[in-house]
């Protein structure tokens, strides 16, 4: 017995030993070779001076010998910004951006981190910014993976102050606001058509005076998140909610004018204090508020007036009016907010907000789709008191909610999607056309949306010519398309 197990611990201590021996043994072969998950990492498109995410790959050694590199380095050193870990050996200055005697045994790998600050290019536009790592493998084969990117010069705003009438003009860099933007009372800022602005995850617009976006059809003046990688391979970071803090108007605000601006990923949209009804406080003409942690648009006891407008995917609610006067013509309010099912409405109104009672003077909606995934997206609300008014009306709308049982004369033209309160379904209901299936694309998966009318949309020239403006949100005249939405219908295939 005692034989046997001193055979057997003789067996198993040869058979570690030879083992050892092999993954130790490391091969001069120019046929052996590494693998890697890609030859290429690009970082999209940066800005210079900002650092980069992380990227990573891996390399791999499946040629069945051990392989060692002589070294690994960065074939342009220090020019480029670029900054390399290699299996946890950081390529750095001090040691010439590069590391020796690397070595991957057979079926093994190593993991390789690359990020990148770029230095400026002193160029207009994004520019072609790109090094290589260089793998010298002891058998004299030299192999290459790309690291790459656009890089972008841009203006770097941190906690700015505007104290005197400003315009910002479209000179063709990007402007990238850290810690906000601040517009101080009785002082107006202007921006410019084609402008882009990169706000930073702590940063947004605080108006105590008045901004003014002036963007053109077409020319968009685009507010957004300053992150341009991405979350998943398909999500860029740009279609994420809550990634900056959004525009407050706050209660000395007054005579905010938006035109033509694309407002996109913020916590909330647009924020409107209250203040005195006879001003009005904000026009919103022509403009995207889409995909917000919170509000889309939110009111407070103002004067707002909302013309052609598309105000999608919001956490909370797309539209929330408390109190005022606001009016929301040839509109398209779609609640698809796809990250959470505790989404909010697509529309509320109300006249209090808790222990405040804020009297709704107007909250009229003309000509717009008010729609969404669940089967009532339409909430009105009212104190008790009587002597608080509490006035709406919906004209020619499209509206996903219970039909009243009784007409209050507050309601005219609607087109119901489904049945009524009582489960009938109305003569004015269309069962068919409901919800996502009105516009061109509502791909919750992979968020990606396209709010323009479908064909056989109900919304399809179903307007009140009397309220119709000119044109439509891209600028396109309407001519005689009487459609509800801020977009009129354009077939395809055209």
């Known amino acids: 017995m005692k034989l046997i197990v001193k055979i057997a611990f003789f067996i198993l201590s040869v058979s570690i030993l030879t083992a050892c021996i092999d993954d130790d043994s490391f091969s001069m072969s120019p046929s052996n070779i590494l693998t890697f998950s890609t030859d290429t990492v690009s970082m999209d498109t940066v800005f210079s001076r900002v650092p980069s995410s992380t990227k990573k790959f891996w390399v791999y050694n499946r040629s069945g010998d051990g392989i060692r590199c002589v070294n690994v380095r960065q074939a342009n050193g220090n ?80 906690d700015v102050k505007i104290s005197e009438d400003t315009r910002i003009e479209n000179v063709g860099k990007p402007i990238i606001v850290y810690g906000g933007l601040t517009v101080d009372s009785l002082v107006t800022l202007e921006i410019d058509a084609g402008t882009v602005m990169y706000f930073h995850n702590d940063a947004g617009i605080d108006v105590y005076g008045t901004l003014k976006i002036s963007g053109e059809p077409g020319n968009n003046v685009v507010l957004r998140c300053d992150r341009t990688d991405k979350m998943f391979d398909y999500l860029p970071y740009d279609m994420v909610s809550g ?32 203040s005195d009804i006879e001003r009005t406080k904000l026009r919103l003409n022509n403009s995207t508020v889409h995909n917000c942690q919170g509000y889309g648009l939110r009111t407070v006891n103002c004067k707002v007036d909302v013309n052609n407008c598309q ?13 005022g006067s606001v009016s929301l013509v040839n509109c398209t309010v779609a609640q698809f907010y796809p990250f959470d099912a505790r989404r909010g409405a697509a529309l509320s109104f109300t006249n209090s907000d808790g222990d405040n009672d804020y009297p709704l003077l107007r909250m009229d909606c003309i000509n717009t789709i008010v729609t969404g995934y669940a089967d009532d997206v339409v909430f009105g609300s009212n104190v008790e008191d009587e002597t608080v008014p509490y006035n709406y009306s919906f004209i020619n709308c499209v509206l996903r909610t219970e039909k009243p049982t009784e007409d209050n004369g507050h309601i005219i033209n609607v087109i119901w999607e489904g049945a009524g309160r009582d489960g009938n379904k109305d003569d004015n209901a269309d069962d068919t056309i409901e919800g996502e299936k009105h516009f061109r694309l509502v791909d919750g998966d992979r968020q990606r949306y396209d709010f323009h009318l479908a064909e056989g949309s109900t919304a399809i020239g179903n307007a009140n010519a009397d309220y119709l403006s000119p044109v439509d949100r891209d600028g396109i005249p309407r001519d005689g398309r009487n459609d509800i939405g801020c977009y009129v219908f354009i077939n395809e295939e055209e």
């Open 79 to 158: 020019q480029t910004g670029f900054r390399v870990n290699v299996d946890g050996v950081y390529l750095s200055p001090s040691a010439g951006f590069q590391t020796s005697d690397v070595e991957i045994r057979k079926n093994d790998s190593i993991c390789v981190f690359v990020e990148l600050t770029s230095p400026e290019n002193g160029r207009e536009g994004p520019q072609w910014h790109e090094d290589e790592l260089v793998f010298m493998l002891e058998s004299g084969v030299e192999q290459r993976v790309n690291l790459c990117a656009y890089t972008w010069d841009a203006e770097m705003w941190r």
């Open 243 to 274: 990634m900056w803090q959004g525009i407050k108007l706050h209660s000395s605000s007054y005579g905010n004018e938006f035109d033509y601006a694309d407002i996109h990923g913020t916590f909330d949209g647009i924020v409107c204090e209250s």
């Open 311 to 323: 105000i999608t995917n919001t956490l909370g609610d797309c539209v929330s009016v408390c109190g």
